[in-house]
């Protein structure tokens, strides 16, 4: 089964639903901020997509740039930041369909094609 992290009003978020419907492709939603990830996840996450915790944080996003995230980087450990993830939806990047060992983050169509399709 697939989990799909998504925050309901992001526009991409929506668009990755609307791909998973429209291919009839099964997947179980969770809102990532009143479900955000917990540690245990986060860090099966970090190493099934290439042991850099960096790449999940939602650089665009209005909390990264509240908590000023990109001056703290140079200073913070992969745990400590995994505990940011853990208690912040928010910073993580989104959507992130999970199946198996394999994770998907953020929502491109061609590469969720090329992905689940075939």
Same mark, same amino acid.
């Given at each position: 089964? +697939?989990? %799909?992290?998504?925050? @309901? &009003?992001? @526009?991409?978020? =929506?668009?990755? *639903?609307?791909?998973?419907?429209?291919?009839? /492709?099964?997947?179980? &939603? *969770?809102?990532?901020? =009143?479900? &955000? &990830? *917990?540690?245990?996840?986060?860090?099966?996450?970090? $190493?099934?997509?290439?042991?850099?915790?960096? +790449? #999940?944080?939602?650089?665009?996003? $209005?909390?990264?740039?509240?908590?000023?995230?990109?001056? $703290? #980087?140079?200073?913070? @450990?992969?745990? =400590?930041? /995994?505990?940011?993830?853990?208690?912040?939806?928010?910073?993580?990047? *989104?959507? /992130? #369909? /999970?199946?198996? $060992?394999?994770? #998907?983050?953020?929502?491109?169509?061609?590469?969720? +094609?090329?992905? %689940? %399709?075939?």
């Amino acid at each position: 089964m +697939r989990t %799909l992290f998504h925050y @309901s &009003p992001c @526009s991409t978020c =929506q668009k990755a *639903r609307r791909f998973l419907d429209e291919h009839g /492709i099964a997947y179980t &939603p *969770r809102h990532i901020v =009143q479900l &955000p &990830p *917990r540690v245990e996840e986060i860090t099966v996450w970090v $190493k099934d997509y290439g042991n850099d915790p960096i +790449r #999940l944080f939602n650089t665009h996003g $209005k909390r990264y740039r509240e908590l000023d995230i990109k001056a $703290k #980087l140079p200073s913070l @450990s992969e745990e =400590q930041i /995994i505990e940011l993830f853990a208690d912040d939806g928010m910073l993580v990047k *989104r959507p /992130i #369909l /999970i199946f198996g $060992k394999r994770i #998907l983050i953020g929502f491109n169509e061609r590469v969720w +094609r090329e992905t %689940l %399709l075939h």
